[in-house]
């Protein structure tokens, strides 16, 4: 079955530490993105990646960081710059927008929820 | 440019009916709908093409009023497994922007 697999699950960190949330598809997608969720609040974009060794800052880039060096894999480092980590996070894949001319569906995992100590 | 959602939440018993609106500051040419789950990943329902055109999963009816730069979704006779946060998503650059949400709470 095709899908996006995100772990782990539930992850903690102490203050000060870096720490990398993996997210990979095997849908053949292009496209990739990370958001940020904090309880009750929407969905903001952290990075996306439309392309393979290619990615841009979303809205609230600052203390992330983000690979592309794979199709299939775009892992997330949350590192000791980010102020404020605790949420849960969710990765998104959809066919590229630049190819398709439109916004296509995005195809959710199932989520990390980071906790800092 | 984040799109608005209005209402913030609804309470509704089973089989009674509910509208969320998603409105723009901007030209829209496409408008997602996303559910959410409590504690899931948000799922897919529906996009709203200018035009008219639409591509969705589930038996849920939309509206996308172009001049308005508004769309509306429409929940009928409501169902429990209705329950969770309704998130539009509108264009931006190169990107999705998704609305605050609506929470949905169906009660038997």
């Known amino acids: 079955d095709g899908g996006i697999t995100q772990s782990p699950k539930y992850l903690f960190r102490k203050e000060g530490q870096n720490v990398t949330l993996s997210c990979e598809q095997n849908?053949?997608?292009?496209?990739m993105y990370w958001y940020r969720q904090d309880p009750g609040q929407g969905l903001r974009l952290i990075y996306y990646?439309?392309?393979?060794?290619?990615?841009q800052k979303g809205d609230i880039a600052e203390g992330y960081s983000v690979s592309r060096e794979k199709k299939e894999s775009f892992p997330l480092t949350v590192t000791s710059a980010q102020k404020n980590p605790t949420a849960f996070y969710l990765c998104a894949s959809s066919i590229s927008e630049l190819l398709a001319g439109v916004y296509n569906e995005q195809f959710f995992g199932p989520g990390t929820r980071l906790t800092v100590l | 440019q984040q799109p608005v959602q209005s209402p913030q939440a609804v309470i509704l018993r089973e089989g009674e009916d509910a509208v969320i609106n998603c409105s723009s500051s901007?030209?829209?040419?496409?408008v997602h709908w996303y559910r959410q789950k409590h504690g899931e990943a948000p799922v897919f329902l529906m996009i709203?093409?200018?035009?008219?055109e639409q591509k969705g999963h589930e038996k849920i009816s939309a509206s996308f009023n172009e001049k308005k730069q508004q769309s509306s979704l429409y929940l009928t006779a409501s169902q429990l497994s209705y329950s969770g946060t309704y998130f539009c998503?509108?264009?931006?650059?190169?990107?999705?922007?998704f609305g605050t949400g609506t929470r949905l709470q169906v009660f038997p």
């Open positions: 709203l093409l200018k035009g008219g």
């Open positions: 998503g509108t264009e931006g650059t190169d990107k999705l922007i």
């Open positions: 901007k030209a829209l040419y496409s």
């Open positions: 990646s439309q392309i393979v060794n290619d990615f």
């Open positions: 849908l053949n997608h292009d496209a």
